[in-house]
């Protein structure tokens, strides 16, 4: 299921880390079903299972997205991508959320794309800090007509583990919702998709932190591509679908490091523009 709408985009965080067993978290705050939280810029939701993008391997049902459809201008990396020039994009930032040194990041991604030749989308998450610092550039991915798609060319090295460490394009025109009016579509060769990808990163300082996942048009706005994730987990604490749009108002208790994220969407369009389709 996908939601959209007009404005701010918001996805849940629910947090306990280092409670006693005797401490307890409140159930989630829901908007018209959706958990408030996250920050959107541009266009985000929450998908099952969806043309080439299968259930992930995490185990979950639903798994979150950002897209470069109805995506907003300049969202990209700061002087990242070689020649040329991003366009318009979508990025989503958690909610800030605690962590011990040591405790092992882990989610799955797949990036989707209906670009190709030398129009090189690419998408990517970050760990910031709780005032939105770069703390660690997870991994990135980006469209090419040959090679591996993952991590992309001409872009920093990942600095999570990948499993595989390398994925190149399984090709095709991709049909996948959240790509819009490119679904289906493929602009010559590198389109396609990554298929799904689990990312470990070992956080190295206590602190507070925030996850963001973003995707961006290069060159043009035409042919979009996106990024699904799914698994977010600290020290294999699972985090599964989406939660109830009900959940019981009553307190929930809480173990230690235990982490609980939401996934919903207020998204902002703007209009596109660029190649036409062939």
């Known amino acids: 299921m996908n939601v959209k709408r007009k404005g701010l985009c918001v996805f849940a965080l629910v947090l306990a880390s ?21 920050d959107c810029v541009g266009n985000c939701g929450t998908s099952g299972p969806d043309g080439v993008v299968t259930a992930p ?8 997205w950002v897209s470069t459809f109805e995506g907003e201008n300049n969202v990209a990396l700061d002087g990242i991508g070689g020649e040329g020039n991003p366009t318009n994009g979508s990025k989503l930032t958690s909610s800030t959320f605690s962590a011990e040194a040591g405790m092992e990041l882990s989610f799955a991604f797949n990036y989707i794309t209906s670009d190709g030749a030398g129009f090189a989308d690419y998408a990517w998450a970050r760990l910031l800090d709780a005032a939105n610092n770069e703390v660690a550039l997870l991994f990135t991915a980006r469209t090419t007509p040959e090679g591996s798609i993952v991590p992309g060319f001409e872009m920093p090295d990942p600095q999570a583990t990948l499993d595989p460490a390398e994925a190149t394009i399984i090709a095709g025109a991709p049909s996948w919702s959240p790509l819009g009016d490119s679904s289906g579509s493929c602009f010559d060769d590198g389109c396609g998709y990554s298929d799904w990808v689990m990312s470990y990163f070992d956080i190295a300082t206590t602190g507070e932190y925030k996850l963001e996942f973003g995707v961006t048009n290069w060159i043009d706005t035409a042919f979009d591509s996106g990024l699904a994730f799914d698994g977010l987990a600290l020290n294999g604490e699972f985090i599964g679908p989406q939660p109830d749009p009900k959940p019981d108002p009553s307190p929930v208790p809480a173990p230690a490091t235990l982490l609980l994220f939401g996934l919903g969407l207020i998204g902002l369009g703007v209009s596109r523009q660029g190649r036409s389709k062939a």
């Open 18 to 38: 280092g409670f006693s067993a005797g401490q307890a978290l409140a159930s989630p705050i829901f908007d018209d079903g959706i958990p408030v939280g996250w």
């Open 57 to 64: 391997p995490t185990g979950g049902t639903q798994y979150g």
